[in-house]
């Protein structure tokens, strides 16, 4: 028996009706590390688990340009959706004067960057979360490509606050009320050929004139502008 833990050396025999089936020759210690060390045991690996983590920590930090600063730094994940693998990718989300990072400290790997400048715009919609009956806040990023990339945080609204304040003290501005139609509550079937929709307004109210017997009437509807009307 150690000062602070146990030490077993036991042989046991497994028998049904009296008759030995399996042999087990047990030995083992239990106890805190401070104890293991003390008395000799798991030295080895004691040394190559610090070394490791000394190592480690020198990778707290994605690598940043020549005058890149970060002004946010919390956690989250991407949604990758690329080919057949689909999954949300955790890590650490570092906002600079320069880029929003995605950063997974444990493989040192930087898994979503874009620069400031792509970024169109930003909508922050609620999601189902994986916990039954609980809600998250997803942060669709839209990018100058019209690539629409998914984005949670433990503080999403706080991320997209973030990256605002950021594209304003370098004089850019964000598209408002963009265009997503998966977000779209009617189906767009007003568009001819060739024809997309380049902005789209909040709920509006129209004067239709009189008609006949009816009278002038204020009609609630969707305003959309395309490349065309």
Known sequence: ILDKGLVINADIIIS????????VNLRAALAGMETMLKYGVMQAWDEKSRAWEREHRKKTLPSLVEGEEIALKVFGSHYYSKGIYN???????YLTNKRLI???????????????E????????????????????????IDKQERVHRLS???????KDAIVQNLETIGLSL?????????EEIPIDFLIEGE???HRGKK??????ASGIQQETWRPGHLYLTNKR
């Open 153 to 159: 945080a433990v503080e999403t609204n706080q991320l």
């Open 87 to 93: 999954a949300w990718k955790p890590g650490y989300f």
């Open 102 to 116: 995605l950063y997974r400290q444990d493989f040192d790997e930087i898994t979503f960057q874009i620069p400031l």
């Open 196 to 198: 997309e929709v380049t």
């Open 204 to 209: 509006v109210w129209y004067l239709a004139p």
């Open 175 to 183: 598209e408002e009320s963009p265009v997503l139609l998966e977000f």
């Open 118 to 141: 792509e970024i169109k715009a930003l909508v922050t919609r609620e999601e189902a979360h994986f916990v039954k009956g609980k809600k998250k806040q997803v942060l669709y990023l």
């Open 16 to 23: 049904v009706a009296g008759i030995p089936l399996i042999g």
